[in-house]
């Protein structure tokens, strides 16, 4: 019962959107990439990410830690873009602090720098469609 529990868990975290109920991706950061696909929401998570260490050298050059409380605010730009841009799925857990989303935003952030995401977006979404392609063609 604990690991039937662990499982639906996992498999709602897992979750891309509401359309799309069932692939093929195991690796996190694959479902990441599916749900960070619009330039905009793009865009909020990267200022999010200069913000939070802007913030934090902003606190340690000028010695104000009271203004470690703001970093959490950080986090609102993201939100806003899943809400207002992306419609994806939202985990709590991943939208408070989990180290697999923080990871995916730093390679995220890489990647966009160096000007790939955009190939990791058309990669994923090949491979999701032919999955679907595939599965639903027998129904």
């Known amino acids: ?3 039937l529990n662990y499982n639906l868990q996992q498999n709602l975290r897992n979750k891309i959107n509401n359309q799309i109920l069932d692939h093929p991706f195991t690796d996190y950061w694959d479902i990441f990439v599916l749900k960070h696909q619009h330039p905009i929401n793009i ?3 990267i200022l999010g990410i200069f913000f939070f260490y802007g913030l ?3 606190v340690w050059k000028l010695q104000t830690f009271y203004l470690l409380l703001g970093l959490p605010l950080t986090q ?3 939100l806003i873009g899943h809400l207002l841009f992306e419609r994806s799925h939202i985990d709590l857990q ?3 602090f989990s180290w697999r989303a923080s990871d995916c935003l730093g390679r995220m952030l890489v990647k966009v720098l160096i000007g790939k ?3 990791d977006i058309r990669l994923r979404k090949e ?3 032919k ?3 595939t599965n639903y063609a027998n129904i």
Do not use: E, R, W
């Open 76 to 78: 609102v730009l993201g």
């Open 131 to 133: 999955y679907q392609s």
């Open 94 to 96: 991943d939208a408070i």
């Open 43 to 45: 865009t909020l998570h």
């Open 56 to 58: 934090l050298f902003y």
């Open 117 to 119: 995401y955009q190939d």
């Open 127 to 129: 491979i999701l469609q």
């Open 1 to 3: 019962m604990n690991q």
